[in-house]
Antibody, heavy 124, light 109 residues
């Protein structure tokens, strides 16, 4: 069974860079067509799609509201993908999830497997 | 960018009652690119419905989705205790880019 696990610092200082990694087990990130995604959720609030990386091409796609500060990259050798958010502020404080976009009969279904999420707090 | 709104913000119902949740898009959704998720307290979101009306694997048939264009509905025919949660609609576009609605909380009355 495929599993995703986020890891990274739980505390980041304002203006610095938030860096997270999602390790995937039970599946390869670059064998089947999929999108490996990051989603975040501030405490008590809704879900925000940050962006994803395509499994085979490695091409990323980002939420326009975050595009200038975000980079998502993949490392097939380690079977993981990563998120960087630059110039963070308190509004970037959230639980960050990694997830895979599932397909059925060649069409996107939605976000299937999710990691458990990791809380990142931006504070000095 | 398509913006999703959900109503009501909170729905107070009793177990056994029917729940009707609404999701409205700022413009017509591409094809059937609309999904629903359930998030129980302290848990990870779970995909319930995709393609407007197709239940994901393992989702009981008391959950159903409907709609077209800009107006979509998630219906829970008879609420079970485990159904009290927050529900999000989500759409995706061509790139694909994704967006979520703000959520509807279904609470016990």
């Amino acid at each position: 069974q495929m599993q995703l696990q986020e890891s990274g610092p739980g505390l980041v200082k304002p203006s610095q860079t938030l860096s997270l990694t999602c390790v995937v087990s039970g599946d390869s990130i670059n064998t089947d067509t999929s999108y490996w995604s990051w989603i975040r959720q501030p405490a008590g609030k809704g879900l925000e799609w940050i962006g994803h990386i395509h499994s085979t091409s490695g091409v990323p796609n980002y939420n326009p509201s975050l595009k200038t500060r975000v980079t998502i990259s993949g490392d097939s050798a380690k079977n993981q993908f990563s998120l960087e958010v630059r110039s963070v502020t308190a509004t970037d404080t959230a639980v960050y999830y990694c997830a895979r976009v599932d397909f059925s009969s060649g069409r996107i279904v939605g976000f299937g497997p999710w990691g458990q999420g990791t809380l990142v707090t931006v504070s000095s | 960018e398509i913006v999703l709104t959900q109503s009501p913000g909170t729905l107070s119902l009793s177990p056994g009652e029917r729940a009707t949740l609404s999701c409205r898009a700022s413009e017509s959704i591409l094809y059937d690119h609309l999904a629903w998720y359930q998030q129980r307290p302290g848990q990870v979101p779970r995909l319930l419905i995709y393609g407007i009306s197709t239940r994901a694997t393992g989702i009981p048939d008391r959950f159903s989705g409907s709609g077209s264009g800009t107006d979509f509905t998630l219906t829970i025919s008879r609420l079970e205790p485990e159904d009290f949660a927050v529900y999000y609609c989500q759409q995706y576009g061509r790139s694909p880019e994704f967006s979520f609605g703000p959520g509807t909380k279904v609470e016990i009355k």
